[in-house]
């Protein structure tokens, strides 16, 4: 059969069997299945995620931890409450919900309040909270910071509460902290005893005459200072520095290379 076209041609196809036996199947009518039937057959979870929605419980459970700064003069008590959702199932996760500051300084009263307020704002908005980690410890005091028992520094006040914000997140699974290998701890155990024998030996070198016994007493003097300064508890020579990547007054002069006692950075690698 001929068929004549009076319009230009932009362009064609060529039909095969399979695009016919396609259509075919499409005109068959389909019937059609109520929604309900279809919730039912599909599985559902019910999975509980954190939104600003989520009513607070009448009990929370939570932490409290302790800042004691030299920047204020009586100590800091930090108490961050959890929510747990998705209890007793598979899915249950624990979350932040709120954080609280109290003292005896009202030094700082306005603008802790103020930044526990919104801290606890963004905990009951949900989404990724880990975020404040680091804002918080990249504030830094002018005025300068301080070190905390076991050498580690904190350049503010502020940047300790994001510490504590973190170790707590980590207790309860929110931030994973990579752990060093068997190996990598093995490596820096070695170290660790290599510098601490090395040191014993040239102490023993250096040690004076009897006959004049007042010289080492200002060594003696400095080394208190340099532990006081380290920390109490400081687990590393008082003579260490401060180590860039883990904050922490560890860093001692290797085979001429600094090394860290702490975390095993080395700047020759």
């Known amino acids: 059969m001929a068929v004549k076209i009076d319009k230009k041609i932009k362009g064609y196809s060529v039909l095969t069997p399979e695009d016919k036996a396609r259509e075919a199947a499409a005109a068959i009518p389909v019937a059609s299945v109520p929604r309900e039937t279809v919730e039912k057959e599909v599985p559902q979870d019910n999975i509980i995620q954190m ?3 989520i009513e607070r419980p009448e009990v929370l459970i939570g932490s409290t931890y302790k800042i004691k700064s030299p920047l204020v003069e009586h100590a800091m008590y930090v108490t961050i409450n959890d929510i747990v959702l998705n209890a ?31 801290m606890s704002a963004v ?21 300068g910071g301080y070190f905390k028992a076991g050498g580690v520094y904190m ?16 207790s309860i699974g929110l931030i994973h902290d990579p752990e ?23 102490s023993d070198v250096s040690v004076a005459p009897a006959a004049a016994p007042v010289a080492p007493a200002a060594p003696a003097q ?8 380290t920390g109490d508890g400081a687990s590393f020579p008082p003579s260490a520095t401060l180590c860039h990547k883990c904050n922490t ?3 001692v002069i290797m085979d001429g290379c600094a090394t860290c006692l702490n975390c095993g950075y080395s700047k020759c690698g």
């Not at 007793?88 to 103020?114: C, D, Y």
């Not at 400095?222 to 300064?229: L, S, Y």
Request: a neutral charge; hydrophobic letters at 40%; proline letters at 3%.
């Open 51 to 53: 939104h600003e929605r």
């Open 88 to 118: 007793g199932t598979e899915h249950e996760l624990r979350r932040p919900f709120e954080i609280f500051v109290n003292s005896k300084s009202m030094e700082h009263f306005q603008w802790i309040v103020a930044l526990t307020r919104i």
């Open 123 to 143: 905990f009951r908005k949900g989404g990724d909270v880990t975020f404040l980690v680091d804002e918080m410890k990249a504030v830094f005091d002018p005025r």
């Open 155 to 170: 350049p503010s006040l502020v940047a300790e509460l994001g510490a504590i914000v973190e170790e707590h997140m980590k």
């Open 180 to 202: 060093m290998s068997a190996h990598q701890r093995a490596i820096l155990a070695e170290k660790r005893k290599q510098y601490e024998d090395r040191a014993k030996k040239n």
């Open 222 to 229: 400095g080394a208190a200072e340099d532990i006081a300064v």
């Open 249 to 251: 007054k560890a860093l």
